[in-house]
C-alpha cells in the first residue's frame, strides 16, 4: 500500500518569528487532492541538567496557550545555522544560568506530526557551573531545584504535563 503524499503547491500563511504557518495542496496516495495545514517549526533542544546525582534544575514560566505556570526542564528553539549542541549551551545559559562540562544526547522525537514537523531532541547535562541567568527579554523564568525522584512524582500527580519535560525525566528514568 502506498502511504506517501505529494506536494503540488506550498503555501506559506503566516511568517512568524518563531514559526511559520502552512497550507499546502497536496495529492494522497489514490491520487485524490488534499489540504495539509501545519507549523513549521525549525527544531529545538531541551536539556536535562543535573546538579548533582540526585537533583536537577528545572524552570518554572507561565505559558500563555494553556493559561498556567508549568515546570519544564530548560529548552529552546534553534536559531538559523545553529547546531543542536551550542543551542543546548545557549538554552542552558540562558534559562538556568549554569554551563555545562558534559553534555550528552540522549534521543529525539516529533511532538506532534499531526500539525507541525518540529522536532526536539533531548540532551542531559553534568558537571553543572554556575552563573547568571540570561533570558530572553519576553521571557520571566524562575529557576528551580528539584529531586529527580520528586520530578517523577509530579508526572504523576499531574503536576508536570508538558510534553518534551515528561519524555525527557521518563526517558532518563528508563536509563538509571
Known sequence: MKLKEKVYKKNKIYNGKAINFCKDDIVLPNGNKAIREYIDHPGAVAIVPFINKTDIIMVKQYRYPVDKITYEIPAGKLDKKESLLKCAKRELKEETGY??????????????????????????????????????????????????????????????????????????????
Open 99 to 176: 554551563t555545562a562540562k558534559k553534555i550528552k544526547k540522549l534521543t529525539s522525537f516529533y511532538p506532534s506530526t499531526a500539525f507541525s514537523n518540529e522536532e526536539l531532541i533531548i540532551y542531559t547535562a553534568k558537571d553543572l557551573v554556575s552563573g547568571k541567568q540570561h533570558p530572553d527579554d519576553d521571557e520571566f523564568i524562575e529557576r528551580v531545584t528539584v529531586p529527580f525522584k520528586q520530578a517523577l512524582q509530579m508526572i504523576k500527580q499531574g503536576k508536570i504535563k508538558d510534553a518534551k519535560t515528561v519524555i525527557a525525566l521518563l526517558y532518563v528514568a528508563s536509563k538509571i
